[in-house]
């Protein structure tokens, strides 16, 4: 419009030329464009601003204003090298401390401070886009929020008209959507306002003087709520009117559908009754329950007609009204219900819309007449976002959501160890949602179908045979773990398959929750979307099945094995089992000789901890399925993550018990040597002391004397072999010699390398031969080859103090020192190379382990 009229007023000005009279001047686009125009513009501009912000890790001092602003007197006023001394600084001490400039700032550098606020993010885990993508509908609901408060300084009556057909068109749309004709609406910023406003609705209907004369006009009102619905609501809105949170009556669900009882539910209105109460509202569950059950609203309805209650249904089974394609009508059945638009479309910040039997009440008129404190200008995103979709894409988006549900449900049902907690589809009736959408309008049928929520957990409830082997008939009757007496290893084994589930199907929103009765489960449910999200497609639920059926077995031959894990690991005389309260693997042992439990002092513990951390290394060697784990009494133990049905217990632990007792051999030899080297350097410099001593005493002061010294030497020349010799450290041997074959021959030889000289000449024995050992027999240290890297960089401290103590240590010394070295670090030489099948790597920290192959038949 701005163009046309533009071209216009220049095609205008170009004919008055031509004519001759006077030139008119341009109209400039920017000046005619309307004022929601511009706005729309703007909200756009900064919306695909904030929506392409990237996350950047760092200190919240990023999110500072610029320098240069004067914030007055405070903390910002410190130099740079000051704020790094202080260090970091939290973003709410930061607002606290910074004082409003005098001042004003552009419009674009807010902006920009709202921008770097944004992109500051904790840790490298966070996600680079720290606001998700925007659509076309979710874009234009965000926009429609701004101008909600630009409208709202219209004029009153112009307001008021405005907001009357914005709300009215769309009360009548959703009244035709969702099958409730004649319906009256309100519009809410949460469900807590909108249980409030049913309340109220509730006691006006009961009691049309209440507006006026309070809570003393009604006599202690009852509320009626299924145990498995959360109370919080109604406390919330008791608590806004004054009324005693006694007035909330819990009823016990039915034990075979989990809804509400209604016998019960008649008996707790009895007595309500007999006790000068006033039954007042029932709230009937339509899926809001975590696991999804659906009231029989029929027989709701008939216990409320005959008391005079008002009727509220809530939950995402109510999104299935959409669906149904036959007319009919709610209205006779329900008195109110809350619909969630926001989280069913997937759409963001949409109001929660009531619709309601409207009420006959001038004071309950006047309130909702006027445009401001009614609010009914909220609807505004609700008015633009319903036109933006369609009617067929609604309902489409939601009937796809009820479909997903069952396929899970279906999957999941079928898979063998897994439990499905949540409303079957069709329990009562026993249809496909596809055929009653498309029969005649029966609401009890529609949302028996429609299963908004699926919640399974793994209980092992399967008969899983153990496998016989030579073991006595006894033991082979081990039977698999089962939860009654396990729950809280179960609820980790849960935790576990929903992390795993999270990460191999990013599509589903897949939720581990605590279910008061069950433990832990999880939870899916396609109702409840965030900003952007879809549900998912039928590719996505075939991997589902497979990463779901691949999994529990997993599960399922864990239990298996951890009975027999657990018997065999009592029966063990080095091996001691070691409760781990967060760990979802098989369980954690500790390798403990023979003992030691009898002393375990402090010292003993530590050296007990390096036992079993030396161990878990050379597991790890072997198969990284083996990880470092701590138990409940600060000691350390080897943790086993979850194994195949192929895995061999017994040849998992005899690997750690062979294993275990070769570092424990081993490091009794390093410290055997650790002992002799040192014994070998106090020797080394004793005997260079007394060296030095006895041929200071032989050759006299003078011949040490600076200056007389050389006079003297050059009258009398010392002897050419009279220096004091330097020590070796024979570590086969355990003796420290002289070296004095080490630079005649130029080179390090033993008696093994002794024909290497010509005509075959030993040679000659080392003039001192110091004994380290005082035992008669020098012991006898293994030798391991090949000799590893690592062993060689473990040996190289002990040559360092030889070197440092001035003694040359010979090359046996080494070469023991490092293949003992060796054999601590790579226990793999003693054992055999053991190919298996473990299909959990549990090396991380993570409390959940991590899945690997291997193979799990041990070389015999």
Excluded at 286 to 297: K, P, Q
């Amino acid at each position: 419009a701005a163009t046309t009229i533009a071209t216009t007023s220049t095609s205008t000005a170009t004919t008055a030329t031509a004519t001759g009279a006077p030139a008119v001047a341009e109209i400039a686009a920017s000046s005619i464009r309307s004022g929601l125009a511009e706005l729309e513009l703007r909200s756009s501009q900064v919306l695909q601003r904030l929506e392409n912000v990237k996350a950047v890790p760092g200190t919240p001092s990023k999110v500072l204003t610029e320098p240069g602003d004067n914030h007055g007197t405070g903390d910002n006023q410190l130099l740079p090298d000051q704020q790094e001394q202080r260090g970091p600084v939290a973003v709410a001490d930061v607002a606290l401390s910074t004082q409003l400039r005098q001042e004003h700032r552009v419009p674009s550098d807010i902006l920009k401070s709202l921008e770097q606020l944004v992109a500051y993010s904790d840790s490298d885990d966070d996600p680079e886009f720290p606001l998700p993508a925007l659509d076309d509908v979710s874009h234009l609901a965000l926009i429609s929020h701004s101008i909600v408060a630009y409208l709202s300084h219209l004029d009153r009556q112009h307001l008021l008209r405005v907001t009357n057909s914005i709300s009215g068109d769309a009360t009548r749309w959703l009244g035709t959507l969702f099958h409730f004709g004649n319906a009256a609406s309100s519009f809410h910023a949460d469900n807590a306002d909108a249980v409030l406003r049913t309340v109220r609705l509730a006691i006006v209907a009961r009691c049309p003087g209440y507006l006026e004369g309070g809570i003393p006009a009604l006599a202690q009102p009852c509320f009626y709520i299924s145990e498995n619905t959360t109370p919080v609501r109604l406390q919330y809105a008791c608590r806004q009117l004054g009324i005693s949170l006694d007035a909330i009556k819990i009823i016990p669900e039915h034990s075979k559908y989990g809804t509400m009882d209604l016998g019960q539910l008649q008996k707790q209105v009895q007595l309500d009754l007999a006790g000068s109460r006033t039954p007042l509202l029932v709230v009937a569950d339509i899926g809001a329950s975590l696991c999804g059950y659906v009231d029989n609203l029929q027989r709701l309805r008939d216990v409320c007609k005959a008391h005079n209650m008002w009727l509220h249904a809530s939950g995402h089974g109510l999104a299935a009204l959409v669906c149904a394609q036959s007319p009919g009508n709610v209205h006779d059945v329900l008195h109110s219900m809350a619909l969630n638009l926001g989280s069913w479309l997937g759409v963001p910040s949409l109001p929660i819309v009531l619709l309601h039997r409207p009420l006959q009440n001038s004071a309950l008129s006047a309130f909702e007449s006027d445009p401001i404190l009614s609010r009914r200008l909220n609807a505004l995103s609700l008015w633009t976002s319903l036109q933006a979709l369609g009617r067929k894409a609604i309902a489409e988006r939601l009937h796809v959501a009820f479909q997903t549900c069952s396929i899970l449900f279906e999957i999941a049902s079928k898979c063998e160890g897994i439990r499905v907690l949540s409303h079957t589809p069709g329990a009562q009736t026993g249809a496909a949602l596809s055929d009653i959408i498309n029969s005649a309008f029966d609401v009890n049928a529609l949302f028996d179908a429609a299963a908004p929520v699926v919640v399974y957990q793994f209980d092992g409830s399967t008969t899983i045979p153990i496998t016989a082997g030579a073991e006595p008939a006894a033991e082979t009757g081990l039977r698999p773990l089962e939860k009654v007496n396990n729950a809280s290893y179960f609820d980790r084994l849960n935790s576990w398959l929903g992390q795993i589930l999270q990460r191999d199907c990013p599509n589903f929103d897949f939720e581990v929750i605590e279910h008061p009765t069950h433990g832990s489960c999880i939870r899916y449910c396609p109702l409840e979307l965030g900003l952007g999200e879809q549900p998912p497609s039928s590719e996505n639920l075939e991997s589902f099945a497979q990463s779901l059926e691949a999994h529990v077995d997993i599960l399922r031959a864990t239990i298996k094995h951890k009975a027999r894990f657990m018997h065999l690991v009592e029966r063990s005389e080095v091996l001691r089992l070691v409760p781990l309260p967060e760990w979802a693997g098989m369980g954690g042992v500790r390798f403990v000789p023979e003992g030691w439990e009898s002393l375990l002092t402090d010292q003993a513990k530590t050296e007990l901890n390096k036992l079993n951390i030396d161990l878990v290394e050379a597991l790890k060697s072997t198969d990284n399925a083996f990880s470092l784990g701590e138990g409940t009494d600060g000691l350390i133990c080897v943790r086993f993550g979850m194994v195949t049905h192929e895995t061999e217990v017994e040849e998992l632990l005899d690997l750690v018990v062979t294993v275990g007792k070769s570092v424990q051999e081993n490091s009794r030899v390093l410290d055997t040597m650790s002992e002799i080297v040192k014994k070998g350097i106090e020797a080394a410099t004793a005997d260079l002391q007394r060296e030095s001593e006895e041929k200071l005493w032989q050759e006299g002061i003078l011949r040490h004397v600076p200056v007389v010294g050389r006079v003297f030497n050059w009258w009398s020349p010392p002897a050419k072999e009279s220096g004091i010799k330097g020590r070796s450290l024979n570590l086969t041997q355990g003796v420290v010699e002289s070296t004095e074959n080490i630079y005649k021959y130029h080179m390090q030889m033993s008696g093994e390398t002794a024909h290497q000289l010509p005509a075959n000449r030993s040679p000659p024995t080392p003039m001192i031969q110091t004994p380290v050992v005082s035992t008669a027999t020098p012991p006898v240290f293994p030798t391991v080859e090949p000799v590893t890297v690592e062993a060689q960089e473990s040996a190289a401290p002990i040559a360092a103090a030889a070197a440092a103590a001035g003694v040359a240590t010979s090359t046996p010394a080494i070469s023991a020192t490092a293949s003992a070295a060796a054999a601590a670090a790579a226990i793999g030489n003693h054992v055999e190379n053991h190919a298996r099948t473990v299909s959990q790597s549990s090396a991380g920290s993570s409390s959940v382990p991590e899945l690997v192959a291997v193979n799990s038949a041990i070389k015999q």
